[in-house]
């Protein structure tokens, strides 16, 4: 079966990029390619429109596709609707090699979402020890409160998690 490719138009009317059809890539053997390869060897853009593929390809779990976004420049602090960014949505889906991968990009640990909530939060009210340590050893501050005054250490115990 023969692919063709048709220009990527950079200002689409319906305000979504082309890599929001493409985040669940074919396997290699299906012979059909793999559509995030193609389309950023054909020059879409990973920059543009408000829309995070970054964010729909961890919360999917596609290693390959955050490494090739990460690798084409994907903001590593773009926000979604939430006000949540790659780290709060790798801490979430329980990325932890995203959010090693993250932070070595520089992702803002600081960054909090529309709730006042950093990745910090997110990892304590999960009970995710490992990315609280990640996120500590990468200077996270215990102290930062939430919209409603919460620290991450009041946000977990609120959650009952202590550990996972």
Known sequence: MEQVLRPISTTPSHKCVPFHSARNPLPEQSGQG????????????????NLATLH?????????AVTALLAAGAS??????????PLHTA???RQTAAV????????????ADSF??????????????????????????VDAADNCGCPPLHA????GRQQQ
């Open 34 to 49: 793999r559509p995030m390869a193609a389309l950023l060897a054909a020059g879409a853009s990973v920059l543009q429109a």
């Open 56 to 64: 729909a390809a961890l919360e999917r779990g596609q290693t390959a």
């Open 76 to 85: 590593l602090d773009a926000r979604d609707f939430a006000g949540v960014t």
């Open 91 to 93: 801490v979430a889906e």
């Open 100 to 111: 090693t991968a993250l932070l070595v990009g520089g992702a803002g640990v600081h960054v």
């Open 116 to 141: 006042g909530r950093t990745p910090l939060h997110a990892a304590a009210v999960n009970g995710q020890a490992a990315a609280v340590s990640t996120l500590l050893a990468a200077a996270a501050s």
């Open 156 to 159: 977990a115990a609120e959650s």
